[in-house]
């Protein structure tokens, strides 16, 4: 028997064209998921990304590390003093500086590095791919920035500064996520206590044969 529909192709498209109104439905609940899912990993306040991408983020990284050999590295900062701002200047003003310090870390950061907001007045950067060495220096600029920076509100001018631990993971480290960050977090404690407004960091990481080359100097400098 002959079977007259077998060679002809079946056509997905709306007889309607662009008026079809089951194609503008999918469109849509399309952009509604973008939109959910940008704003499950993106901090309210600041437009960072959030906690909850950061941890799924540094899993990704850590597991491309022991595949590829090439290192994570992480900053994490914490404003000085933030309580004392907040009653000096308000809780609104502690909102816009928390803000300024985001837009800060968004314009002296690569594409690739991932800034978030890792809670309060604490903030991490994922830097993938980059050497200890790059990372400390990268910490620096941005305290730099930040110290250099004024921040203006209602026509005051106001400065804010932070601190800053740097440490990297390597293939050759065998710790987990959650010990990786303590290490990160024992240099910024360090930062505290070395009077604040200061960058901290581990000596001594094992060396990779990805340490800093030229390319990568001058990709960031
Ligand atoms: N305005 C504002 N304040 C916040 C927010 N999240 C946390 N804070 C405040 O940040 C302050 C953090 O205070 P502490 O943990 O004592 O730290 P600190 O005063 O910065 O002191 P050091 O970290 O030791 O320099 C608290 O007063 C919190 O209420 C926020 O989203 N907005």
Redesign the pocket.
């Known amino acids: 028997m002959n079977d007259s529909t077998a060679d002809t192709p079946v056509s997905l498209h709306c007889p309607r064209g662009n008026d079809c109104p089951i194609s503008a439905e999918l469109s849509q609940l399309r952009d509604r998921v973008t939109e959910l899912e940008q704003h499950a990993q993106t901090d309210p306040?600041t437009g960072l990304y959030n906690k909850r991408y950061f941890d799924s983020v540094l899993h990704r990284e850590l597991e491309r590390t022991q595949r590829t050999g090439m290192p994570t590295t992480l900053i994490m900062l914490?404003?000085?003093?933030?309580?004392?701002f907040?009653d000096t200047h308000g809780?609104v003003a502690?909102?816009h500086a928390?803000k300024h310090l985001a837009r800060t870390l968004r314009s002296n950061l690569r594409n690739l590095d991932i800034a978030c907001r890792f809670g309060?007045?604490e903030f991490v950067v994922v830097l993938p791919s980059t050497p200890l060495l790059v990372a400390i220096q990268v910490a620096e600029r941005l305290r730099q920035q930040l110290t250099n920076s004024t921040l203006v509100i209602d026509a005051s001018a106001m400065k804010l500064t932070a601190s800053f631990g740097v440490d990297t993971y390597t293939h050759e480290h065998r710790d987990n996520l959650l010990d990786f960050v303590e290490r990160v977090d024992k240099q910024l404690y360090l930062a505290?206590s070395a009077g604040?407004n200061c960058v901290k960091h581990a000596t001594n990481a094992p060396r990779s044969a990805h340490e800093v080359t030229p390319e990568e100097r001058d990709a960031l400098f």
């Open positions: 306040l914490d404003v000085d003093h933030f309580k004392r907040n809780h502690g909102d928390l309060g007045e505290k604040r």
